[in-house]
């Protein structure tokens, strides 16, 4: 029943600027950290940045001082506002939350969402 949404992929030129959303919607009591994942074809998925309950960020060295990681615990979605994107960050973005969900067994795990699509050109 808990799904992760995300939103906000598209295309843009080297050196724009794209924001992405998360959404974790279902039945969820809490949510730990959340995390931004990327896969470009024949790569490995690379952890892009997370974000704790308390707002401590990471990222990977690639994107730092480009991307920002942030969240809203009020409504359970995690944003990555990237900037002077770059043709290499081309890849599908995948929204990743470690939650606690309200059915019974109550259960925390991992939940995954469906990715978007982010293309930057040259």
């Known amino acids: 029943q808990v799904q992760l949404v995300e939103s906000g992929g598209g295309l843009v030129q080297a050196g724009g600027s794209l924001r992405l959303s998360c959404v974790a919607s279902g039945s969820i009591i809490s949510i730990n950290y959340m995390r931004w994942y990327r896969q470009a074809p024949g790569k490995e998925r690379e952890l892009v940045a997370g974000i704790t309950s308390d707002s401590n960020t990471n990222y990977v060295d690639s994107v730092k001082g480009r991307f920002t990681i942030s969240r809203d615990n009020a409504k359970n979605t995690v944003y990555l506002q990237m900037n002077s994107l770059k043709v290499e960050d081309t890849a599908v973005y995948y929204c990743?939350?470690?939650?606690?969900?309200?059915?019974?067994?109550?259960?925390?795990?991992?939940?995954w969402g469906q990715g978007t699509q982010v293309t930057v050109s040259s």
């Open positions: 990743n939350a470690y939650l606690l969900n309200a059915t019974r067994p109550f259960t925390w795990r991992d939940y």
